[in-house]
């Protein structure tokens, strides 16, 4: 004997009633004796409850009630032969007519009792058994409807009433046994109570209606129809990454669903459990899915937790007091006060340094836990034994479960780094002795950036997705953009890294897609789209977005989003960027925004601040934090200036090289600002703050290439005369140069904190004497390398190496390692 559970969206369809009629046939075609049970159709009871609170309030819409007997109708009329019709449609309309006279009464009484509610409601479920019936009737034979509320015995607990198992049993045991060459549709989700009233078992109780018939009957399985592949291993509308799981053991599918799985019903598992009946979801609209198998014992995965489930709508209760809090007796006063007023205690935590005890309730019913608690208490709070009871609304609860977490180390660490890491807040932590959860109470809207993380977090085979927002698309920016996508399928492929554009921005426009923006078309995405660029708003809406592992990249040379780090930060989310400005200008602002970085636990990683693509941020930093002691830097590190002095041999005059160097796209339109070295400087303080100096623009000593009238000159055009009319002094150096066999040099020392930049002439001993072409130089005395220093050398500028100094460091976020 089999049980069949069919739920809401199986039956709601004429294409999802084909499926079912298709499950029953195989069945039968195996003779498999089954027993089957329905939900109402999908969306039927919400409108039932809708239709009956809207009647208590005087404002019944007859539109809902037509509603709710079209879509029965239409189901009828395309999978119910014509001459069949008319008795069925008959049939439910005497059903309808009962639930409309009902109505009316609520309407004239303006009363909703309980028991009245649960009596419209279960209008749902025998609509849709009347209806599967008549369905089976015609596609597999002999089937025939059961009013579960004559076999299914409660007490009076309307809306979720509990089952006289005994009586129960017997009954259903008696009908079945009476009736073997029937195929029994039972309407799920409703029951009766002694007096012959109607009760229901809970919303989403159809599953547990399966389970009480198993074990009545003692059953060899109980299949419960679904629209989804089994239980996975998040609420898939949720968690786009969820996959099914194959197996879970009782307890393990009951913490899921008691903390959010709607898939199916916690008391489900009780009766199941009892007589070790396995439980198996299966997909209607998949059917030859396998789905989840729950049984007794938990099979091994090499996961450490099973899966992740949440609660939304939940409200904290705190209870405070020295005097009373913690004592022999307290927390059994407070839990049986509020079970006796059916308040449903999701989650304690208790703390006794803090005299604190912390309950999470639904937020419907946190005003009158509240004022219970306060009027039950009251003596003890005038006394200041305790304290008014505090509230906090807007909450979730997130909760990992498995039963492998017991044996497993580091669960905690993991779920908490990736909450921390993404600056989700956790306001009560509870992790039940047995060890198979342990659930977080977090701000409602942190919900799906939590499941998302923490799912990234636990199923590692999965892509762990980074969400990234840039801004800037002009050369490195746009170069950056098509490096991601050709080395998206690597990454991958070898990494499990999924980088998705989620928010672009140039000067003019910006562009959010939370699907990721298309890597091949993100020009014409960014030009047609209809918002103006706008940095408030963009920092905003990526704060919206409320993302998990997101990052911020600046590819702009602007001093206007340095400006914005800070607040980037305080959002956990990391700053990648080519972008000098924030870290070059004040100590004041770079101390901070490294402190705020620090304190956020994210990262700030700017390695193209110097040299472009050339591990010199990171080979500093490596130095340093393995020990090494810095004695001393030297560096060339203007692309432009070493171009410049490479070329300046023989018969060429300054003014020439530098023309050229333009020419080349080597310079900035003004050649001045980078022979003025500024930009070198700027790299100089980086490094040397880096370091640990604490030391300002004003503290460099630079001397200049330049003559003063070079520097001073009102125009470009004036700028090149200058150097024509200076060019004696040029040539003089050039000269000295060549005399001596040497070469002429732009160079930054960094010694004793002390920064000096100048024009020296180097022989063939040194080592920036071979430098070639732009490229940069820099050597590092230290401690260890203190007899030979320790080199980088290379392309120093150049949209490539830029930006895939951008891209790695992307790659090198610590959320993804
Ligand atoms: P039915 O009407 O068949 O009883 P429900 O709507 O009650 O279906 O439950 C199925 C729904 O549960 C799925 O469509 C899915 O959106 C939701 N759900 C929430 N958490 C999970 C989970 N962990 N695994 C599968 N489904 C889940
Ligand atoms: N129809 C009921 C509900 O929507 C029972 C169920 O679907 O299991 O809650
Ligand atoms: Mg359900």
Redesign the pocket.
Same mark, same amino acid.
């Given at each position: 004997m089999k049980i069949l559970?069919?739920?809401?969206?199986?039956v709601a369809s004429v294409q999802s009633l084909q499926s079912v009629i298709g499950i029953v046939q195989k069945e039968k075609a195996n003779n498999t004796s089954i027993v089957i049970v329905t939900?109402a159709i999908?969306g039927m009871t919400n409108l039932l409850i809708k239709m009956a609170e809207d009647s208590a309030h005087g404002n019944f819409d007859e539109n809902d009630l037509v509603k709710f007997q079209n879509k029965h109708f239409e189901i009828i009329k395309s999978l119910v032969e014509i001459t069949a019709q008319n008795p069925i449609i008959t049939q439910l309309k005497l059903l309808m007519n009962e639930l409309e006279d009902l109505l009316q009464g609520v309407t004239v009484l303006r009363e909703l009792s309980f028991q009245t509610k649960d009596l419209i409601i279960s209008y749902g479920e025998r609509c849709s058994t009347l209806l599967l019936t008549k369905i089976l009737n015609q596609y597999v034979g002999e089937a025939e409807a059961v009013n579960s509320s004559s076999y299914i015995i409660t007490d009076s607990y309307f809306g979720q009433a509990n089952v006289d198992e005994k009586v129960s049993f017997k009954n259903i045991k008696e009908l079945v046994e009476s009736k073997p060459n029937k195929l029994l549709v039972f309407a799920g989700f409703i029951a009766g109570n002694k007096e012959g009233r109607v009760t229901t078992l809970g919303r &989403?109780g =159809?599953?547990y209606t399966a389970a009480l018939l198993a074990a009545a009957l003692d059953a060899e399985a109980i299949e419960?129809?679904?629209?989804?592949?089994?239980?996975?291993?998040?609420?898939?509308?949720?968690v786009k990454k969820?996959f099914?799981l194959h197996n879970l053991s009782y307890t393990e599918a009951m913490e899921?669903s008691y903390f959010?799985?709607?898939?199916?019903?916690p008391p489900t598992m009780s009766p199941a459990f009892k007589r070790k009946i396995p439980i198996v979801?299966k997909n209607?609209f998949q059917s030859d899915f396998k789905g989840t198998r729950i049984q007794f014992e938990s099979e091994k995965t090499s996961y450490p937790i099973k &899966?992740? =489930?949440s609660i939304k709508d939940v409200s904290l209760v705190n209870v405070k007091g020295s005097g009373l809090v913690g004592k022999l007796g307290f927390s059994g006063r407070l839990f049986s006060l509020l079970a006796k007023q059916n308040i449903n205690i999701i989650l304690i935590t208790q703390s006794s340094s803090e005299h604190s005890i912390t309950l999470a309730v639904k937020h419907d019913e946190v005003d009158k836990a509240k004022e219970l608690i306060d009027e039950e208490f009251e003596l003890e709070i005038q006394a200041k034994l305790l304290e008014p009871v505090e509230v906090e609304n807007n909450l979730g609860i997130i909760a990992i479960v498995g039963e492998n977490m017991k044996q497993t180390v580091g669960v905690s660490g993991k779920l908490f780094y990736a909450l921390g890491r993404n600056g989700i807040n956790v306001r009560a932590i509870a992790q039940g002795s047995s060890e198979y959860n342990i659930s977080v109470v977090i701000k409602e809207d942190d919900l799906s950036k939590s499941l998302n993380a923490v799912h990234d977090a636990f199923f590692n085979h999965l892509n762990k997705t980074i969400h990234v927002f840039n801004v800037g698309v002009g050369n490195i920016g746009a170069t950056f953009l098509n490096q991601l996508e050709k080395q998206k399928e690597y990454l991958s492929q070898n990494n499990d890294i999924e980088i998705k554009l989620v928010g672009l921005s140039n000067s003019k426009k910006m562009v959010f897609n939370e699907h990721g923006v298309d890597l091949l078309n993100w020009k014409d995405e960014l030009n047609n789209s209809e918002l103006e660029a706008n940095l408030d708003e963009f920092i905003s809406i990526m704060d919206h977005f409320n993302l998990p592992n997101c990052v911020f990249v600046d590819n702009t040379a602007s001093s206007t989003l340095p400006k914005y780090y800070k607040q980037i930060f305080e959002s956990s989310i990391s700053v990648v960027t080519c972008n000098k400005i924030a870290n070059s200008s004040s100590y004041k602002e770079y101390a901070e925004l490294k402190q705020t970085a620090r304190k956020y636990g994210i990262d700030f990683l700017y390695e193209t601040n110097v040299g472009a693509g050339l591990p010199i941020v990171s080979v500093l930093k490596d130095l340093q934090m393995s020990g090494d002691r810095l004695l001393k830097i030297e560096a060339i590190l203007s692309g432009t200036i070493s171009y410049i002095f490479n070329h300046f041999k023989g018969e060429v005059t300054f003014a020439e090289v530098v023309k050229n160097a333009q020419e080349l796209g080597y310079t900035e339109p003004d050649p001045r600002d980078d022979l003025s070295g500024v930009d070198f400087m700027r790299k100089m303080l980086i490094l040397a703050r880096d370091a640990g100096y604490q030391i300002e623009a004003e503290d460099v000593t630079i001397d200049s290439i330049l003559p003063k009238s070079c520097l001073e000159a009102p125009s470009v055009e004036d700028f090149y005369q200058s150097l024509v009319d200076e060019n004696e002094y040029f040539e003089s150096i050039k000269l000295k140069a060549e005399s001596e066999q040497k070469v002429i040099r732009y160079i930054g020392v960094l010694e004793d904190g002390k920064i000096t930049i100048s024009l020296e002439l180097v022989d063939a001993q040194h080592p920036f004497y071979s430098l070639s072409g732009s490229d940069n130089i820099i050597s590092f005395t230290t401690e260890r390398y203190k007899e030979r220093p320790l080199v980088v050398k290379g392309p120093g500028a150049g949209a490539e190496v830029t930006a895939g100094g951008v891209f790695a460091d992307l790659v090198n976020l610590s959320s993804i390692r």
């Open positions: 559970k069919f739920g809401g969206t199986s939900s999908g &989403g =159809s599953d419960i129809w679904t629209d989804v592949n089994g239980m996975m291993t998040a609420d898939p509308r949720l969820a099914s899921l959010g799985a709607k898939v199916i019903y979801i209607t &899966g992740i =489930s």
